[in-house]
C-alpha cells in the first residue's frame, strides 16, 4: 500500500492523504473544508477503484467555484495513477 498527500487548490480543504493499493483508495482523509460533509467522502470512496471516483468526482464544482473538494479527490487520483 502506497501514501499519498495531494495540496489542493481553490477549495476550503487543503490537503487530502490517502492510500493506494493496486487503484484501490483507502483512509481517504481531507485537512480542512466542511468536516462532516469531507467525512462522509472518505467513507462513499473507501474501498473503491481510484478511476470510478475520478469518473463520478471529476467536475464537481462548489458554490461559484470552478472546483470542489471531490473534484481535488478526482486529480488527487489522477495523479497518484500516474495519469
Known amino acids: 500500500m502506497e501514501h499519498f498527500t495531494y495540496t489542493t487548490s481553490g477549495t476550503c480543504s487543503r ?13 481517504v482523509v481531507f485537512t480542512g473544508g466542511c468536516d462532516g460533509n469531507l467525512k462522509a ?3 462513499l470512496v473507501e474501498g473503491k477503484k ?8 471529476s467536475g464537481n464544482t462548489c458554490g461559484g467555484k470552478a472546483t470542489s473538494c471531490g473534484d ?12
Not at 15 to 27: P, W
Open 15 to 27: 490537503q487530502i492523504d490517502f492510500d493506494m493499493e493496486d487503484g484501490v483508495l483507502h483512509n
Open 50 to 57: 481510484a478511476e470510478e471516483v475520478m469518473e463520478l468526482l
Open 72 to 83: 481535488q479527490l478526482s486529480r488527487a487520483c489522477k495523479q497518484a495513477l500516474g495519469a
Open 41 to 43: 467522502i472518505g467513507k
